[in-house]
């Protein structure tokens, strides 16, 4: 799983916190006080809420296969997620330097903490939970394994572990496209269930798409997928 690796090798442990100013206005407001809050509000903030759909499947095996696939799925989102978290905090960190120095100095600073964090974890993944890893990574970020490595390494090191995955059935370049494939939309389906659980933390994905609609497409529809 070393081409793993390299997707957070390069993105940073440090998250760079942001405060926005508040305009003030005259608007007058009616305020609620909730037991046990001191601080009164003007409106009560609700999390997203998704009404999922009950489970049921056709025969047993799909029910056993489903159960395998959210085990491996909750295994591999954390990492998922912290690769976005980690891209996102990269990118802003390095727009603030101006020194190619202090650019590569920070970077090899993050690399040998994630090498230490986390490189022994990646390394146990099997061959199936390193597809859906990479297949989350693009739901994160919207970009794909393959080019990631392509923008933090050469162009001829990203093609090389792609070229090494490959013998081992996982394709850096494989997209999260729950539309087409029914895994993915499952994989979906076990997110949003595990984020209205607790279980996982909430996350929108960078890609596009209607879980309700998909929900229509392989569950409700008359035509066979």
Request: hydrophobic share 35%.
């Amino acid at each position: 799983m070393n081409f793993l690796k390299y997707i957070l090798l390069f993105i940073p442990a440090i998250m760079l916190a942001q405060i926005n100013d508040v305009e003030q206005d005259s608007t007058a407001a009616e305020y609620l006080i909730i037991e046990g809050d001191s601080v009164p509000r003007v409106v009560i903030d609700l999390d997203e809420v998704k009404l999922l759909h009950k489970l049921k499947f056709n025969s047993k095996k799909d029910r056993i296969r489903y159960l395998i696939l959210r085990r491996k799925t909750v295994k591999v989102y954390p990492y998922a997620k912290m690769a976005a978290d980690r891209l996102d905090s990269l990118n802003t960190r390095l727009e603030s330097m101006t020194r190619r120095r202090d650019k590569k100095r920070y970077t090899k600073m993050i690399q040998k903490y994630i090498e230490g964090e986390f490189s022994d974890e990646l390394k146990k993944l099997t061959r199936t939970e390193g597809q859906i890893l990479v297949k989350l990574i693009h739901r994160q970020t919207g970009r794909t394994t393959f080019e990631l490595v392509k923008e933090l390494r050469s162009g001829w090191r990203a093609f090389w572990y792609n070229t090494t995955a490959s013998m081992f059935d996982i394709s850096l370049k494989r997209e999260f496209d729950p539309i087409n494939d029914k895994e993915d939309y499952l994989i979906e389906d076990i997110l949003q269930r595990n984020f209205q659980s607790g279980q996982l933390e909430r996350q929108k994905s960078a890609l596009d798409f209607d879980f309700y609609d998909l929900t229509d497409k392989w569950l409700y529809s008359k035509t066979e997928n």
